[in-house]
């Protein structure tokens, strides 16, 4: 059976503790907010921190590649200074494995994911080449790429070194392409230090 005789004292709430209850409120939300901020600060955190670690693996050997199309460049350079009519035994034997040598590097600079650039016929684009002198010739759009005096090299999406070019002048204007935008090439590292 139930009592009756006692009265449960249940008291209203005062004026103090609804005070408290509204700043625990606010505080609640202000720590949620926090807490929200603190977990998309640190996933941006480790998006950047992975696509870092990924381009570090991408070009950490850029600059060492850089180098060693120098030196690739003076074996085509030892080849092309050889005269055609040489027909020492020796000499000729010289020049194969000097050709062996350079294929072997470039090779070598390509399973590393360094790519060469042969954009002889190509419209010229400054991301990619570097005009040297202009060529007349009134039969091909004018911005044409017509002569290779240095070849150039990507690694990933960026130049490592653009192409020095001859281009053409003097010719119809090139078409434009149908207002599509160009996909993003790669970036001329070496421009964007000299900018």
């Not at 693996?57 to 030196?71: G, P």
């Not at 991301?127 to 039969?139: K, Y």
């Not at 044409?144 to 130049?159: A, D, H, K, M, N």
């Amino acid at each position: 059976m139930l009592d009756t005789s006692e009265t449960v004292n249940v008291e209203a709430p005062d004026e103090g503790d609804f005070e408290v209850l509204t700043r625990l409120m606010k505080e609640n939300e202000e720590l949620k907010d926090r807490v929200l901020r603190s977990a998309a600060e640190m996933e941006n955190l480790r998006r950047r921190t992975a696509r870092d670690v990924q381009d570090a693996r991408a070009y950490a050997i850029a600059n060492f590649a850089r180098d060693m199309l120098s030196v690739s460049d003076n074996l085509r350079r030892a080849i092309e200074a050889v005269p055609a009519e040489a027909n020492d035994a020796g000499l000729t034997a010289l020049v194969e494995g000097v050709e062996v040598t350079e294929r072997a590097m470039l090779a070598a600079l390509e399973r590393h994911g360094v790519k060469k650039l042969a954009p002889e016929g190509e419209k010229f684009d400054p991301n990619f080449h570097q005009a040297m002198f202009e060529i007349p010739n009134p039969g091909v759009p004018t911005g044409t790429v017509l002569q290779v005096v240095q070849p150039g090299y990507s690694i990933g999406e960026r130049v490592l070194r653009p192409a020095m070019v001859g281009v053409s002048s003097g010719g119809p204007k090139h078409a434009p392409a149908n207002d599509a935008k160009p996909e993003p090439g790669p970036v001329n590292e070496q421009a964007e230090k000299d900018a």
